[in-house]
């Protein structure tokens, strides 16, 4: 019998036929929470996982596993320096999904700047004159702020550049490059009319957007945030929305998820909710399947993965 490697039964067919084709056997699970796989995939050698948390003590509840596959670029639901300790592997998809993050990323930054979404519903509920009373504004000549200028952040101003947009960026470990100007944290803050988030979980960015960056915000600009939940203070955000310190949002991240029905988000002001769909198209969704559980037969094959995040010590 092959290696064994469990799967979301959701994943793409793409990436559990890359798994069977070469020789493996598929698990598939009926969701990612921690008991779930360790009362179904306890002996597997190696898992996709996806943005579930993944607690250390799964470590000891899968002795055989050499390998997590992140479906994504965030891993800041797996310890990746404690499973290497462990002597697995913990890997990411990072050329999967960049271009269509930057395209929803747009789409968000356009449904905003002309009420898209709200005008849509509300002719649909009747009011044909709410547009007329709340009209958008032009992209043309307005200030894109990209914080975190990496393989996504890149392809935003890439994008973006036809909109006829100023584009700055801020990313203490980027290198200028010419095509877009660099600037600091707060010259991006106090100038910006969009800003855009793509930067990695770390303990310096964990809730680093918080109330001092939405005071330092224009009352016309608009947040997007299409990275990781934990970038942000979403109660400062929520505040910041509901008192006009923002003129509005585009949140797709949350501290819970799903989101519950109760939740605070539900009843902010001028905000745009999406349920985590930045990279969620059918061929970004098959791409990273396949990178995943590529790096999955690649590591049970005895070979050094494409896209560590860790190393085994």
């Not at 392809?155 to 490059?177: E, H, N, R, W």
């Not at 944290?185 to 855009?196: G, M, V």
């Not at 770390?202 to 970038?231: C, D, Q, V």
């Not at 970004?284 to 037969?297: G, I, L, P, Q, W």
Request: hydrophobic share 40%.
């Amino acid at each position: 019998m092959g290696k064994k490697i469990a799967v979301p039964v959701f994943l793409s067919q793409e990436g559990k036929d890359y798994i069977t084709s070469h020789g493996m056997e598929l698990v598939e699970i009926p969701d990612m929470r921690a008991e779930t796989i360790a009362s179904q995939a306890a002996d597997v050698d190696g898992i996709v996982e996806m943005v579930d948390p993944f607690p250390n003590t799964m470590a000891d509840k899968m002795p055989n596993l050499k390998i997590i596959a992140r479906h994504g670029v965030g891993y800041d639901n797996v310890d990746q320096d404690y499973f290497g300790r462990q002597g697995i592997w913990v890997t990411i998809t990072p050329h999967a999904n960049a271009s269509t993050v930057a395209e929803t990323t747009l789409a968000a930054m356009l449904d905003l700047s002309k009420n898209y979404t709200t005008v849509v519903n509300k002719m649909a509920a009747g009011d044909w004159n709410y547009a007329g009373a709340h009209k958008g504004v032009d992209l043309a000549g307005k200030t894109l702020g990209i914080m975190g200028f990496g393989r996504i952040g890149r392809m935003v101003a890439q994008k973006a550049s036809a909109l006829d947009m100023k584009i700055i960026a801020y990313d203490p470990f980027a290198k200028d490059t010419g095509d877009v100007q660099l600037v600091d944290r707060d010259e991006l803050l106090k100038t910006s009319d969009f800003i855009t988030l793509h930067m990695l979980v770390t303990p310096e960015t964990t809730h680093g957007f918080g109330a001092r960056e939405f005071s330092l915000m224009k009352k016309s600009a608009y947040l997007i945030n299409f990275g990781r939940a934990a970038l942000v203070d979403q109660e400062a955000e929520q505040s910041a929305l509901n008192h006009g310190e923002i003129a509005g949002a585009a949140v797709d991240v949350y501290d819970q998820e799903p989101l519950p029905a109760d939740d605070p988000w539900r009843t902010t002001k001028n905000v745009l909710l999406t349920p985590h769909i930045a990279s969620n198209t059918r061929e970004c969704m098959a791409r990273m399947a396949v990178d995943a559980a590529s790096e999955c037969v690649r590591v049970l094959n005895g070979e050094k993965p494409q896209w560590p995040v860790n190393q085994l010590n």
